[in-house]
């Protein structure tokens, strides 16, 4: 009896090793995945077929088309485990809101920056955003702050928040990408212009924009609403 319990807890014990091993080299070799997509946006990009905007698959559009672009971001919004860092000018597209009001709900912490003069402009999605938890900021200047870029579990910003955390908290796989790109996130930007976007997981990319996403941070104001009591309730709360 004593050798059967022996066995038992050391095939247990090869088990959860093995499980490990496998989901660590999983994690490796996803972590070693090379992603480069590139996104056109022109006048054929709205020439698809309607059922593409009735919530349909998007299967036999051209290359071109907004929908399947539009798709192909919320993939890596929706792999986000630990956090996305947004730079936007213009956001205004409901789908990727939804994309990030799920990865809100998963617990991937949201920061963003955005030029003051958008943030309460007609559609705009920031305050959305802000009210269902991600913190917002904006330069102190006249300058336009007219990035549009998305980061996903960038490396230093993942070991960062995992340096936060309760040491007992296992870290989870993860997979840093991002899209940066000339179109605002709205309809004329990826229905009406002429635009570019890309998606990649190039390391080196990503800390660079991480990098200048950090300094922007530490030196802009924190979003607040403003105070209705002192003549603003004309402004968006």
């Not at 319990?5 to 490796?28: A, E, M, P, Q, R």
């Not at 539009?70 to 994309?99: G, H, P, S």
């Not at 300094?215 to 003549?231: A, D, L, V």
């Amino acid at each position: 009896m004593l050798a059967s319990l022996k066995n038992s807890v050391l095939w247990t014990t090869l088990g959860l090793v093995g499980g490990t091993i496998f989901k660590y080299f999983t994690y490796k070799g996803n972590s070693n995945q090379e992603v480069l997509e590139i996104l056109m946006f022109n006048e054929l990009s709205i020439k698809c077929p309607n059922r593409h905007f009735k919530n349909k698959p998007s299967d036999g559009c051209n290359k071109y088309c907004s929908r399947r672009h539009i798709q192909q971001i919320i993939q890596q919004i929706d792999r986000a485990v630990y956090c996305i860092d947004i730079a936007i000018y213009t956001f205004t597209n409901v789908e990727l809101l939804a994309a990030f009001y799920r990865a809100l709900s998963r617990g991937v912490v949201i920061r963003v920056v955005t030029d003051p003069e958008m943030v309460c402009t007609s559609g705009s999605k920031i305050l959305s955003l802000f009210r269902s938890g991600a913190e917002v900021r904006m330069p102190e200047t006249t300058a336009m702050m007219h990035h549009k870029f998305l980061v996903v579990d960038e490396e230093s910003r993942v070991k960062h928040l995992l340096q936060l955390k309760d040491r007992q908290t296992k870290p989870q796989p993860y997979f840093g990408i991002m899209f940066y790109g000339s179109a605002n996130w709205t309809s004329q930007g990826f229905n009406g212009n002429w635009e570019n976007g890309i998606i990649t997981s190039d390391k080196l990319l990503l800390n660079q924009f991480q990098s200048e996403f950090d300094r922007m941070w530490e030196s802009f104001k924190s979003y607040s609403p403003p105070n209705k009591t002192n003549g603003l309730s004309n402004q968006c709360t």
